[in-house]
């Protein structure tokens, strides 16, 4: 091989490594955006399902506060990372509470749960807890996947206690004087 030919591969090579490099970064940059925005849109969720636990009683859509009955949930038009104003969410925390005087709400899901799970001794599965919920109370219809998130957000609380056997996972209400520490196992 030439010493021209040589330093013809070694600047291909340079280039190449250089233009791998730019679009080495250029996808780096790309996914941190991307990061960003996933990171927008489950803060986004998380408020959607508290605000669905909040007000998963109402069976009459009219007495949601602050949403017409023809908007949609999300607005394409906006960017996910758009959340409301505090005093928005004070106006709705206001307009539910007037909503509501004068009839009774329902108890909130966690309440149900932990009030079920005070039945038993052992631990129970939340495919258990569910079934029983919906034939106990057959207005209410929790997904499975609501269900988990709901008891898990108790063993946060410390309400109750999260048990794995195998590959299952189970859930027991932590009584009066117990110390809720970490998973039993």
């Given amino acids: 091989m030439t010493s021209q030919s040589a330093a013809t591969l070694r600047s291909r090579y340079v280039a190449q490594a250089a233009s791998d490099l730019e679009e080495n ?12 925005v996933l990171q ?3 803060a986004l969720l998380k408020d959607i399902l508290s605000l669905a ?3 998963e009683g109402f069976a009459d859509a009219s007495r949601l506060p602050e949403q017409m009955q023809d908007e949609p949930a999300v607005a394409k038009s906006r960017p996910a990372s758009r959340r409301p104003a505090p005093a928005r969410t004070a106006r ?4 539910a509470k007037a909503g509501a005087k004068g009839k009774s709400r329902q108890p909130l899901l966690g309440d149900l749960l932990a009030e079920l799970l005070g039945q038993y001794k052992e631990p129970r599965r939340a495919k258990d807890l569910r079934d029983e919920l919906m034939e106990k109370y057959p207005d209410r219809h929790p997904t ?11 063993v946060a609380k410390g309400r109750i206690r999260r048990h794995k056997q195998q590959r299952s996972v189970m859930y027991t209400l932590v009584r009066p004087g117990e110390a809720a520490t970490g998973d039993a196992h």
Avoid: D, W
């Fill in 53 to 55: 636990e909040r007000y």
């Fill in 40 to 42: 927008q849109q489950e």
């Fill in 92 to 95: 709705a925390g206001r307009a």
């Fill in 25 to 36: 970064r250029r996808l780096q940059q790309e996914l941190t955006e991307r990061i960003k």
């Fill in 144 to 154: 499975p996947q609501v269900v988990r998130n709901t008891l898990e957000s108790l």
